[in-house]
């Protein structure tokens, strides 16, 4: 079955470090999105992607970055890790199709001490 | 850009009630209206969408409905179970494939 997987599931860095997070999907969707999810905002959209070489900041984009360099992955870098940047960050995708949801991965704890 | 509000924040209902959560969303442009349930530990999933040109629309126990004029959408869950205990997500979006931004979330207990 099609899925979309995130890596890892929890991390834990410091302040000043450069972070990584992958998003890897097999739906083979043209639209990738990740979100970060804190308590009383919701899911709030950093960066999103409608394909190769495309991307897009979001609502809340400052200090991170994306890049696509294929469909299957979107993986979302923080080039220097703010305590701020500490939530549970996910990452989904959907097709082109009038009736595709938005698919979800579970979820990456990230932890900035 | 858009801004979608929702309430209330937190919902109790007793089982077998019915639990309405309201939302209204700022851009006159989105036709697309998503509803999602989150279970702990994993991924928002959908539930139950409406688009701009339908009033209501029903699935088992859940509805939701529109008014565009008012920039308000509502999701209705009827005869509610313990396994319905969860985060629920309104959102809005241009198109089916754009992208969607949320509200901040509603947790609702059912309690048996």
């Known amino acids: 079955d099609a899925e979309i997987t995130q890596s890892p599931r929890h991390k834990i860095t410091e302040t000043g470090r450069q972070v990584t997070l992958a998003c890897h999907q097999t739906w083979n969707h043209n639209n990738m999105f990740w979100y970060r999810q804190d308590l009383g905002h919701g899911l709030r959209l950093i960066h999103y992607s409608y394909g190769v070489h495309d991307t897009n900041k979001g609502e809340v984009s400052d200090g991170y970055s994306v890049s696509r360099s294929n469909t299957e992955d979107l993986p979302l870098t923080l080039e220097s890790a703010a305590s701020s940047q500490t939530s549970v960050y996910f990452c989904?995708?959907?097709?082109?199709?009038?009736?595709?949801?938005?698919?979800f991965g579970n979820g990456t704890r990230l932890t900035v001490t | 850009g858009e801004n979608v509000e929702q309430h209330p924040s937190t919902l109790s209902v007793q089982e077998g009630d019915s639990a309405v959560i309201k939302c209204t969303y700022s851009d006159s442009a989105s036709n697309y209206f998503p509803w999602y349930k989150q279970e702990l530990g994993k991924g928002p999933q959908l539930i139950i969408d409406?688009?701009?040109?339908?009033g209501e629309k029903k699935d088992q126990r859940i509805a939701v409905t529109l008014n565009k004029t008012a920039k308000h959408f509502s999701l209705h869950i009827t005869e509610t179970q313990p396994e319905d205990s969860a985060v629920y997500f309104c959102a809005a979006s241009e198109t089916s494939y754009d992208k969607v931004i949320f509200g901040p979330g509603t947790s609702l207990s059912v309690i048996p």
């Open positions: 989904a995708s959907r097709g082109q199709g009038s009736n595709s949801p938005l698919h």
């Open positions: 409406i688009r701009s040109n339908v």
